[in-house]
T-cell receptor, first 113, second 111 residues
Framework: EAQVTQNPRYLITVTGKKLTVTCSQN?????MSWYRQDPGLGLRQIYY???????DKGDVPEGYKVSRKEKRNFPLILESPSPNQTSLYFC???FGAGGNEQFFGPGTRLTVL | KQEVTQIPAALSVPEGENLVLNCSFT??????LQWFRQDPGKGLTSLLL?????REQTSGRLNASLDKSSGRSTLYIAASQPGDSATYLC??????????FGSGTRLLVRP
């Protein structure tokens, strides 16, 4: 089944404890990105990647890192999480970019205490 | 800069009614427009994608139209069912292919 998977789905952590949220897609998509969704602010892009080893900042990249060493994986790294990073996170992918349909993962609900 | 707006913010209808959700965008030079469904606390499910060269797309009881000249897209849901209750989001990619989302329409279909 073609899909985007994220792990973990739920995570409660404490301020400053490094964490990684994994994202993997099995559709051979070049384009991958991360969004966060917050009440009243909607969905905002954190980082995106056009292809392996090519990443760039989205609208809200502060406090996050990403890497794209393999085409299928695009992990989101929080080196020192803070409470304002408590959010619902989505990974998305598409074949190429621009005019192609984007597929979203199931989401990761992160709480930073 | 692309901006996407959805009206109404919330909608409550009785089961069986046909309904229309609206989406407006400011930059008519869009690649495509995508409609999503989101259940509370869940992920986004892609419903329909309309390419810039198309005027409409259909999937089952859903029909989405695109009018670039007026900066509008509509999602038509025929014979609504309680299971259609969810938030519906429209989105258009900007020049870096980042999706610009509307704030969504929260739909409740009453039995």
């Amino acid at each position: 089944e073609a899909q985007v998977t994220q792990n973990p789905r739920y995570l409660i952590t404490v301020t400053g404890k490094k964490l990684t949220v994994t994202c993997s897609q099995n559709m051979n998509h070049e384009y991958m990105s991360w969004y966060r969704q917050d009440p009243g602010l909607g969905l905002r892009q954190i980082y995106y990647s056009m292809n392996v080893e090519v990443t760039d900042k989205g609208d809200v990249p502060e406090g996050y890192k990403v890497s794209r060493k393999e085409k299928r994986n695009f992990p989101l790294i929080l080196e020192s999480p803070s409470p304002n990073q408590t959010s619902l996170y989505f990974c998305a992918s598409s074949f190429g970019a621009g005019g192609n349909e984007q597929f979203f993962g199931p989401g990761t609900r992160l709480t930073v205490l | 800069k692309q901006e996407v707006t959805q009206i109404p913010a919330a909608l409550s209808v009785p089961e069986g009614e046909n309904l229309v959700l609206n989406c407006s965008f400011t930059d008519s030079a869009i690649y495509n427009l995508q409609w999503f469904r989101q259940d509370p606390g869940k992920g986004l499910t892609s419903l329909l994608l309309i390419q810039s060269s198309q005027r409409e797309q259909t999937s089952g009881r859903l029909n989405a139209s695109l009018d670039k000249s007026s900066g509008r897209s509509t999602l038509y849901i025929a014979a609504s069912q309680p299971g259609d209750s969810a938030t519906y989001l429209c989105a258009a990619p900007d020049s870096s292919y980042k999706l610009i989302f509307g704030s969504g329409t929260r739909l409740l279909v009453r039995p």
